[in-house]
T-cell receptor
Framework: ELKVEQNPLFLSMQEGKNYTIYCNYS?????LYWYRQDPGKSLESLFVLLSNGAVKQEGRLMASLDTKARLSTLHITAAVHDLSATYFCAASNYQLIWGAGTKLIIKP | DSGVTQTPKHLITATGQRVTLRCSPR?????VYWYQQSLDQGLQFLIQ???????AKGNILERFSAQQFPDLHSELNLSSLELGDSALYFCASSVGRTDTGELFFGEGSRLTVL
């Protein structure tokens, strides 16, 4: 059974700092997704990672996938307040299995 | 704008009542998914339809039911509502038969049960 764990679940950080959110999954997954959710809003797709070693970057966010370690990371570089949100990862075999989400607060 | 349309955006009702939430998927998408998100909680997968047929079932209560119509829109019916059913209900769509594809989410329907 595929399980997805994110950590940390809550992260408070200062603007300008770097940090990484981790997404571990328990069995084979053929792709990995990252989504962003602002409070009370919809989920917005950030990245779709399709193969081992895949790396995608958008602005201050970079996502990577290591299928051998069953690990994806979302790295935030020089954080700004606008990146405050909850970030979800999801892994997929037959079903899409979601992590619990990481609530990120970036303080000015 | 994801292209997925959900109505109503907000709904307030009383315990014991029944409501219907509606979802129109993105043009061309055959799969529709329903999720429940309670306050400060993660996403609970309820059910998936593909081209009119139920494809997968998650933690959907017996009081809840859904269907997908020939025009591919979907409805989620919630009956005998309880206070704990208050949540944000999301619809998402994707192209394929399984949910290995990217999901596109609607804005959600916020249900408040008083």
């Amino acid at each position: 059974e595929l399980k997805v764990e994110q950590n940390p679940l809550f992260l408070s950080m200062q603007e300008g700092k770097n940090y990484t959110i981790y997404c571990n999954y328990s069995t084979t997954s053929d792709r990995l997704y990252w989504y962003r959710q602002d409070p009370g809003k919809s989920l917005e797709s950030l990245f779709v990672l399709l193969s081992n070693g895949a790396v995608k970057q958008e602005g201050r966010l970079m996502a990577s996938l290591d299928t051998k370690a069953r690990l994806s990371t979302l790295h935030i570089t020089a954080a700004v307040h606008d990146l405050s949100a909850t970030y979800f990862c999801a892994a997929s075999n037959y079903q899409l299995i979601w992590g619990a989400g990481t609530k990120l607060i970036i303080k000015p | 704008d994801s292209g997925v349309t959900q109505t109503p955006k907000h709904l307030i009702t009383a315990t014991g009542q029944r409501v219907t939430l509606r979802c129109s998927p993105r043009s061309g998408d055959l799969s529709v998914y329903w999720y429940q998100q309670s306050l400060d909680q993660g996403l609970q997968f309820l059910i998936q339809y593909y081209n009119g047929e139920e494809r997968a079932k998650g933690n959907i209560l017996e009081r809840f039911s859904a269907q997908q119509f020939p025009d591919l829109h979907s409805e989620l019916n919630l009956s005998s509502l309880e206070l704990g059913d208050s949540a944000l209900y999301f619809c998402a769509s994707s192209v394929g038969r399984t949910d290995t594809g990217e999901l596109f989410f609607g804005e959600g329907s916020r249900l408040t049960v008083l």
